[in-house]
């Protein structure tokens, strides 16, 4: 059974970083393609960032790029989000993402297989 869970969420001023992680258990890790989504109440979701098998290749929403990086450790099956400079557009539900193809633009559209529980992430002004 694939299992992903995310932590990390919480509360923070704006301006302020968070780091997210998602620990994956059931799959083979290092074969597939990682990726974070959001989804805020009333929008769509939407793909923030994936990254390549070997973490070598990343791609990013035009939004989060510069604040965000998006990186994993193979050996913990681990994925991570480290978010600095939080502003008013980033509070959301954030999902842990494993998928299959290659790390692009493309990859958010059709590309996931598993998803994780999500984890709650909030801006204070």
């Known amino acids: 059974q694939v299992q992903l869970v995310e932590s990390g969420g919480g509360l923070v001023q704006a301006g302020g970083s968070l780091r997210l992680s998602c620990t994956a258990s059931?799959?083979?890790?290092?074969?597939?393609?990682m990726g974070w989504f959001r989804q805020a109440p009333g929008k769509e979701r939407e793909g923030v960032a994936c990254?390549?098998?070997?973490?070598?290749?990343?791609v990013y929403v035009d939004s989060v790029e510069g604040r965000f990086t998006i990186s994993r450790d193979n050996a913990k099956n681990t994925l991570y989000l480290q978010m600095n400079s939080l502003n008013a557009e980033d509070p959301a539900m954030y999902y842990c993402?494993?998928?299959?193809?290659?790390?692009?633009?493309?990859?958010?559209?059709?590309?996931?297989?598993?998803w994780g529980q999500g984890t709650q992430v909030t801006v204070s002004s």
């Open positions: 059931g799959l083979t890790f290092d074969m597939y393609v």
């Open positions: 990254i390549s098998r070997s973490g070598s290749g990343t």
């Open positions: 993402a494993a998928g299959i193809g290659a790390c692009s633009g493309s990859w958010f559209r059709g590309s996931v297989r598993y």
